[in-house]
């Protein structure tokens, strides 16, 4: 999984019958330092309630349709938990 | 999901089986600011309709192949969606 | 799916028993102007014909595995088609 | 797998059930020489005791939700390993 | 698949049950003129006998887990084959 911060929504009316009724938020890739990392955002599902500025867990692949009602639902990265603290230590030489 | 924009068309006579009557769509990730995103093109397989020039949710990797009647068919992306809005706020040291 | 050339060939006698018997590429995955993308050439089954210098359509991931006559080989590329024609449009701020 | 160093730790008190009672660390993939790879760090599920400091083997993708104890989790990446040691070569025009 | 050549061996005592008694190699993907790709290391499972320096076939994702005697394994990559050579033809702006 990857840490992201939610940056917005996107709504499609013409769709795939899958998505119809969820929730699809932008959500961007964060490195520790809370700063936009290489990848670009994703549209991810979201079934937690996670709302524009949280911190989330992104999950990707064929996994993430898991967290849909209909789960051979087209989706391939979800958001799966709005993180409460992000604890990490200065280790020589990685950070 | 990645947003993308529908930029052409591929065709091909000889092919998997599975991809006989298929539309083969060719769609470029971008960023929110609408600029092509560093990863190429995909070939994508298209079912919600969509024209050159539309900005359109694409999705990777083997849920893709659910969007298609066979779904026993090599294929890992599709285009699921259609995208009206895309709003996304400004963030402070993300965007 | 991406856009590759057909680059060259490997082969190898001692493998995985699933790989007895089917033809191994080499592919360059390519950009639309036709120039190598940043992505290394992939090692790809074939099972289409393809000869060297033909523009095709490699596709990647578990569902690569579909095309062999053995669903449960280890295999994650393929070629799935040869591509006749690649038709993209300019667009403003992407191409 | 890839090699990587465990830096952190995540909580989520609001996240999908099936995460619920697992242990999720910040790893950060690394190259031989022990320096960080430029790939982001993962979110990764432990079942094997890791802690911090520690060079571990990181499994990405769908496998990775094997580890826990619901194989239906939406989980893309886990720690299946502590490692004892690394031993490589320096090969020529490679390292 | 990718071409990787072998530089090392990875051992760890604490593991996933599954791990026990599997060979894990270091390999590194390479470039068809033989230089290290920008992609690291993988840590991979081997079941063709592969040695340090020799170039080998590397499969990824979840397919890779298809060539250990457990197929349920947390396994995302895999040295399929041994390769004897690898030809490639210069191609006009490709190489």
């Known amino acids: ?9 996107v709504t499609a009316t013409r769709k795939d019958p899958h998505l119809v ?20 955002p994703v549209i991810a599902i979201d079934t937690v309630g996670a709302g524009i500025g949280e911190k989330v867990i992104l999950v990707s692949g064929s996994v993430a349709a898991r967290v849909t009602s209909n789960k051979d639902a087209p989706v391939d990265a979800a958001i799966i938990g709005i993180i409460d603290t992000l604890e990490y230590e200065k280790i020589e030489g990685v950070y």
Chains 1, 2, 3, 4, 5 share one sequence.
């Open 1 to 9: 999984m990857e840490v992201g911060i939610v940056v917005g929504r």
């Open 21 to 40: 009724g969820t929730k699809l938020l932008l959500a961007q890739p964060i490195q520790l330092n809370g700063e936009a990392s290489p990848s670009s």
